[in-house]
């Protein structure tokens, strides 16, 4: 197991984000450990968000990160979140919101290993490839043309994919 002090020492490069802020359980009140086989995934989503932090030009809170599946249950999460593996993260922006859910859907959409992306109001869900993945998907309702992750979708289209650089320095991992 993993605890914050030992993931912050492998953040080597995110600037935008603590290992307090991904591993802590806000409902507890309380931080968790992070089992070593979700560490590759870890990494990736972390970088993937401070990339988007960095082109947003504006903080972003974690709202969530890695959820022990009992956790995850408590709080209503997916039965097979990628949360529960170390692969995700809730994203609050403080300003500009749409912006930046357009911005996270943009990279969405040039990322390859970019997989899952929600939209929620002023949220943003991000997960990345990962054993079990289900692959490329958006939620809620990206089908329905009038939802919000339909219109963020259409105007990421517009202004065009962009694409996040993968990985972390090889001594992080």
Known sequence: ??????????????RHFTAQEYLRLRRDRDWTELPEEFLPATLRVLRA???????????????NGYRPSGYNARVGGAK??????????????IKAERDFAVLCARAWLGTDWLHGIGIYG????????????????????RWNPASLCARTLRAAKRA???TLTEGVPHDAV
């Open 122 to 141: 002023g949220r943003v869900h991000i997960d990345v490839a990962h054993p079990g993945s289900a692959g490329k998907r958006a939620w809620p309702a």
């Open 160 to 162: 065009g994919p962009i």
């Open 80 to 93: 097979n979140s990628a949360h529960i593996r170390g692969a995700a993260m809730d994203l609050d922006p």
């Open 49 to 63: 968000a401070d990339q988007l932090r960095e082109l947003h030009g504006s903080p972003v809170i974690v709202g």
């Open 1 to 14: 197991m993993i605890d914050t002090e030992q993931l912050q020492a492998r953040m080597k490069g995110i």
